[in-house]
């Protein structure tokens, strides 16, 4: 099955500043990556996704790049925010109409005021 | 949009005690979805519904594990003879047919 592995494990910016989380995936079928937003005491919460015909989405703050021959893809957040502190989860799904996402192990973003 | 609910929020057993948690997905939503959640984890994969039919269990779902979707609504995930290792947080998600999954807030299990 497809593997996902997250960095780092832990982050800390000042805010203002902007924040990178990487993840790499090993199943080259793997064709629609979302990243996740989890609140202490909250179920993770979709921010955005992207699919394997595009190579960087954008929203507002949050953006998404896609790297298919390397198999590796990124989180950016810019002009953080002390709201942004969280954990945030990325995720593969691999093949086209598979029924389930797999995780990586998560990043604790801190946003120091 | 009422979002996906699940109950209880907390649930804290005696090892050995059955449980069952509910989960009511988006009402437009076919496909629904169980996955454990542990201490510092991302989400881990149980199970996977689509409209009443189970349709893929992961090796994870051990015998004591079963879930129900019976009227492709509602669904419940019961746990017999609960152990100590069970302890983690479950999650239910549901979406329709490729497109993102919307997660609950999940049902938090302490087995003592």
């Known amino acids: 099955g497809e593997n996902v592995e997250q960095h780092p494990s832990t982050l800390s910016v000042q805010e203002g500043d902007s924040a990178v989380i990487k993840c790499t995936y090993s199943?080259?079928?793997?064709?629609?990556f979302p990243w996740y937003k989890q609140e202490l005491g909250k179920g993770p919460q979709l921010i955005i996704d992207?699919?394997?015909?595009?190579g960087e989405k954008k929203d507002q703050r949050i953006a998404v790049t896609l790297n298919k021959t390397a198999k590796h893809f990124s989180l950016h957040i810019t002009e953080t925010q002390p709201e942004d502190s969280a954990v945030y989860f990325c995720a593969a799904r691999d093949r086209a109409g598979a029924n389930n996402l797999f995780f990586g192990t998560g990043t604790r973003l801190t946003v120091i005021p | 949009d009422t979002g996906v609910s699940q109950n209880p929020r907390h649930k804290i057993t005696k090892r050995g005690q059955n449980v069952t948690f509910r989960c009511d997905p988006i009402s437009e939503h076919n496909r629904l979805y169980w996955y454990r959640q542990t201490l510092g984890q991302g989400p881990e994969f149980l199970t996977y519904f689509q409209n009443e039919a189970q349709l893929e269990k992961s090796r994870l779902l051990s015998d004591r594990f079963s879930a129900e979707r019976p009227k492709g609504s509602f669904s419940t995930l019961e746990i017999q003879r609960t152990e100590q290792g069970d302890s983690a947080m479950y999650l239910c998600?549901?979406?329709?047919?490729?497109?993102?999954?919307?997660f609950g807030n999940g049902t938090r299990l302490t087995v003592t």
């Open positions: 199943d080259s079928a793997s064709n629609y």
């Open positions: 992207i699919r394997s015909n595009v």
């Open positions: 998600a549901s979406g329709p047919a490729n497109s993102p999954l919307h």
